[in-house]
């Protein structure tokens, strides 16, 4: 009877041993995944700031550079066309995300050209709320930068973890997969042509 026993005991032990180890691994995929998310969160949110500074930024340059008529209205143009590529978190890859860099891309380079336009006007680059505008702008930006390092940060550590062995057979047992990198497009690496 007591061999019986013991053996029970064990091998209720090692089912125990298990189950807490498959719930570990389990629970730590599904933290770092949302980690995930609420790290996208971030940077939608920094990406949200910016196009928000950019009617009054269009604003404030408006009133100095009304016959700039093409240029306000460009950044007005790719504005609405990065507002309107939304990327869902759970559904990541990389065309997604090439779509949604190639809006924000427009939106920079409108953005840069405005910058052009504001060169011509000194009083306008004297303006106390175009500066402050303009100093928001630069710090929005540093900000999106840090948000998508932090973003490729957490993608990086859950794709280590899910493929690290055993954790990969866990991963893909339960649907776990590698989640795709922000990728800057590579027409950033050639800085742009800015000329007066």
């Known amino acids: 009877m007591n061999k019986k026993l013991i053996t029970i005991i064990v091998v209720v032990l090692v089912l125990i041993f298990f189950y807490l180890y498959f719930k570990s691994v ?9 980690g995930i998310n609420g790290q996208w969160a ?5 990406y949200q700031r910016r196009l928000d500074l950019i009617p009054n930024l269009v604003s404030t340059v408006k009133g100095y550079a009304a016959h700039e008529k093409e240029t306000l209205e460009g950044v007005v143009e790719a504005r609405s066309k990065a507002s309107s590529v939304n990327i869902n978190a759970e559904n990541m890859n990389e065309a ?44 929005t930006e540093n900000r999106i930068n840090n948000e998508r390092r932090k973003f490729n940060e957490v993608v990086q550590a859950y794709n280590a973890q899910i493929k690290k062995f055993p954790n990969n057979l866990f991963a893909s047992m339960f649907g776990f997969k590698a989640r795709d990198y922000f990728k800057s497009d590579p027409a950033a690496a050639t800085a742009p042509k800015v000329e007066f």
């Open 42 to 46: 971030q940077v939608e949110a920094s």
């Open 26 to 34: 389990y629970n730590k995929m599904v933290v770092m995944e949302e």
């Open 96 to 139: 997604s995300f090439q779509k949604f860099q190639q809006a924000q891309e427009g939106l920079s380079t409108a953005l840069q050209k405005l910058m052009v336009v504001v060169e011509r006007y000194p009083d306008l680059k004297a303006n106390q709320n175009f500066l402050e505008l303009q100093a928001q702008l630069e710090g």
